[in-house]
């Protein structure tokens, strides 16, 4: 890997946002992903390339880190936010066509829950993965989501819900969008959740993490 794309993609993992910032304190005065991916494109490595081989393998790494037990959300959260950082340099290639979207999902916390970190992580991961994220924020109750799949027909839906409390209006939700949308796939996630309810609901897809929502929906790349 060129030795540039290497220092993004350490950096993204590591949640190294710019040169400013300080944290993690081993990277203290170096570069972040913002000024790395800035270079990265000033000598010529395409946009594309740095998504592939620096943003998404840096977020991927953090990623399984997290799914094993040895990364927590604070480090999942500052490692979106540095590959955030360096997305602002890549979005206009997205916007003139040299990279192409790998499609639109639609997410939201589901109805009386207030709770978003989890969901903000998740949604910065998968932009940074190739997709349009369209966030509807916090307490999105049916209507807001059908709202949604009318006007990106081919869209993903993605739900989280952290309260056992609103993992019935999870249920509610599921079920009438699948009513109305069958072949719209819906993923799902959140601390209280689990694959077997996942199934029990009608979703498509469980995750408990940001980088397994990443993956499922490159299975479903057409």
């Known amino acids: 890997m060129n030795e540039l794309l290497q220092q993004l993609s350490v950096a993204v993992e590591s949640g190294k946002i710019n040169k400013a910032s300080p944290f993690p304190p081993s990277m203290k005065g170096m570069d972040g992903a913002d000024e790395l991916c800035q270079q990265a494109l000033e000598v010529g490595i395409k946009a594309e390339t740095i998504l592939n081989d620096a943003l998404i393998t840096g977020m991927a790494r953090i990623g399984q880190k997290f799914s094993e037990g040895k990364a927590y959300v604070p480090e999942m959260l500052i490692a979106a936010k540095a590959m955030t950082a360096a997305m602002k340099h890549i979005k206009p290639y997205f916007t003139s066509g040299e990279i192409k979207r790998k499609g639109t999902i639609v997410i939201g916390t589901v109805h009386g829950d207030l709770h ?32 949604a799949i009318e006007k990106y027909p081919d869209c993903v839906i993605g739900m989280s819900a952290l309260l056992t409390t609103t993992m019935a209006n999870m249920e509610s939700t599921v079920k009438e969008l699948k009513s109305k949308y069958p072949n719209n796939k819906v993923i799902v996630g959140g601390a209280p959740l689990s694959m077997d309810f996942c199934q029990k609901i009608g979703a498509d897809f469980y995750s408990p993490s940001p980088q397994g929502a990443a993956e499922y929906l490159k299975t479903i790349v057409c």
């Open 116 to 147: 978003d970190i989890g969901k903000n992580i998740v949604a910065m991961t998968i932009e940074g993965a190739g997709w349009e994220v369209i966030d509807l924020g916090v307490d999105v109750n049916s209507e807001k989501f059908i709202n």
